[in-house]
């Protein structure tokens, strides 16, 4: 009886890091593997003095191609995004423009890019080639509407490759709270 116990768990175990993984999406989408999100995909950034009515901006991982061929990522989003926070929208910026990425900063702040100021990259999607980085990574504009409750989880990511299209699912993470 034990060991049928541990064989469901097992089942049940294995079905949801498949489903983290990259589960194919509603409209018909493989589920893909090319992406991988790097060490970013790893952690949680975080900010404890957020105020109601600030904008931030998160971003996601930098998309590495692993797969030997170029891919064309054409959207993005956040799976789980907690109350007292909405996504604006999903930009793209180059990483020249940024200096790199910013993992988690605010609209305003002196050395902060000027994120509202800079061309979104978005419109065409992002290609990336095979065996490197992207050149330019997404992030989701953020508005503080109210008391924050949860961490934002979860990235899907939704591209084409060889005329095939792919949804796959990089874990990324934020973690914002008000001051108090």
């Known amino acids: 009886m034990r060991t049928k116990a541990v064989l469901a768990l097992v089942v049940i175990m294995a079905g949801l890091l498949a489903g983290w993984s990259g589960s194919p999406a509603f409209d018909g989408r493989k589920a893909g593997e090319a992406i991988h999100g790097g060490e970013q995909a790893g952690g ?3 900010y404890d003095h957020a105020r109601v009515g600030e904008e931030w901006w998160f971003a996601l991982p930098l998309p590495y191609n692993q797969s ?19 996504v604006v929208d999903y930009p793209a910026f180059d990483l020249d423009d940024t200096d790199g990425v910013p993992l988690l900063a605010k609209e305003g702040l002196p050395h902060a890019p000027r994120f509202s100021r800079l061309e979104d990259h978005s419109a065409d999607g ?7 980085f992207s050149d330019a990574y997404y992030a989701a504009h953020l508005r503080i509407t109210g008391p924050v409750r949860g961490e934002g989880r979860g990235c899907r990511f939704q591209y084409e490759q060889d005329g ?13 709270k008000l001051a108090k």
């Open 164 to 176: 095939e299209k792919y949804e796959q699912i990089v874990a990324c993470a934020f973690d914002i």
């Open 68 to 86: 030997g061929r170029p891919l064309r990522i054409t959207k993005v989003e956040m799976i789980d995004v907690p109350t007292g926070v909405d």
């Open 44 to 46: 949680t950034a975080g």
């Open 126 to 132: 992002v290609i990336v080639k095979p065996g490197s």
